[in-house]
């Protein structure tokens, strides 16, 4: 059984449009996150979602948007795709509570490679 | 800024051979230090070291976490070349919203040669 997917697997695109990457996680976790990639393989977040709650930005152009339709889901829309967008994007989820103590392990899933063209 | 440093960037060794990866931290608010295997996909979990488990092992894989020089090792005995992989290292943190995300170091490339 898949733990986290992401779809699509592969997402070749031209500048400036714009596109989405969905992620479900089976595992009942409460706090989901997006990571992005680089090509020297630096892994960086991006999001964390708890609760239908954004917790974090780090910095990202707001160009990206996560969208949580509910607990299990975790969707990043980017806008106006840019050429240095090209990247893995992982979305990943753990057992971690808002306030509260809970587990840190993060579980990933098989990663979109975006391709901006 | 928080910052995670592992070292070296890479590593060619024999198989049979044991390595030992390295992982030191500058963070505020230091949480747990987890260890990560990635081939050609997503990252898989390996280890999770925090003040109450500072030492882990499973099969040929250990990690002890070092709170007072603030950094952990990673070593591999008697390496395969299905070892062959980058290992991050990444830390959590407290922080005042509850929910992090984790801040990665740059990866080991570990190559096991034949």
């Known amino acids: 059984d898949t733990a986290v997917s992401q779809t699509p697997k592969y997402l070749v695109t031209q500048m400036g449009n714009d596109k989405s990457i969905k992620c479900e996680q089976n595992?009942?976790?409460?706090?989901m996150y997006w990571y992005k990639q680089d090509s020297k393989k630096f892994l960086k977040i991006m999001f964390s979602y708890n609760n239908k709650e954004l917790i974090i930005n780090e910095t990202v152009p707001n160009r990206f948007s996560p969208k949580s339709p509910d607990k299990a889901h975790l969707n990043l829309h980017i806008n106006s795709l840019e050429l240095g967008d090209s990247a893995v994007y992982f979305c990943?989820?753990?057992?971690?509570?808002?306030?509260?103590?809970?587990?840190?392990?993060?579980?990933f899933g098989p990663g979109t490679r975006l391709t901006v063209l | 800024e928080d910052k995670v440093v592992q070292s070296p960037l890479s590593l060619v060794v024999h198989e049979g051979d044991t390595v030992t990866l390295n992982c030191s931290y500058e963070?505020?608010?230091?949480?747990?230090l987890l260890w990560y295997k990635q081939e050609k996909k997503a990252p898989t979990f390996l280890f999770m070291l925090t003040s109450s488990g500072i030492e882990k092992k499973s099969g040929r894989l250990s990690s002890i976490l070092d709170k007072k020089e603030l950094s952990s090792i990673l070593n591999i005995t008697a390496t395969q070349t299905g070892d062959s992989a980058i290992y991050l290292c990444a830390v959590g943190m407290y922080s005042g919203g509850g929910a992090d995300g984790l801040t990665f170091g740059k990866g080991t490339h570990l190559i096991i040669q034949p």
């Open positions: 990943a989820s753990s057992r971690r509570k808002r306030g509260l103590s809970g587990e840190d392990t993060q579980y």
């Open positions: 595992l009942g976790h409460d706090t």
């Open positions: 963070v505020t608010n230091f949480r747990s």
